[in-house]
């Protein structure tokens, strides 16, 4: 998640412990040294606040994977899949509000997000090209 600026810039260096239970997402700051935490180092997020939009992705992610399609399609899914990470990017930030204001930094944390909520392996696997254009990015 970090590349760059820090996640978290008023913070000092930590570790990230993240989970979920059935209504919040569970965001907990240990001090990289010590090892210890302190109340006000845990944010929760309701699940309810970011629902819809990790559905949304999750529904583009599994759109892209699923059977033949024409490219034109695969590319208007793939920009609506880009418009949506973006926009949960931006609900993350406003949530979180100390989370680092880099647009990139909220991808990041919205994927951890998708990926803390989502079972991915059932969202099948994008289609190759997809893949080798992203790594020229």
Known sequence: ?????????SREPCTLIAGHDDRHLHFVFTASF???????????????DI????????????????????????????????????????????LLPDLSPSLDTRRRFFSLVVSLTVDTTQLGS???????????W
């Open 1 to 9: 998640m970090v590349s760059g600026d820090p996640p978290w810039p």
């Open 51 to 94: 629902a819809p939009l990790v559905s949304e992705y999750a529904d583009l992610i599994k759109k892209l994977s699923g059977g033949e399609l024409h490219a034109d399609h695969i590319a208007a899914l793939d920009m609506a899949k880009r418009v949506v990470h973006d926009a949960g990017a931006r609900r993350i930030g406003a």
């Open 34 to 48: 010590t090892g210890s935490s302190r109340a006000d180092d845990a944010l929760a997020v309701a699940r309810a």
């Open 126 to 136: 994008l289609p190759a090209h997809l893949r080798d254009a992203r790594r020229a």
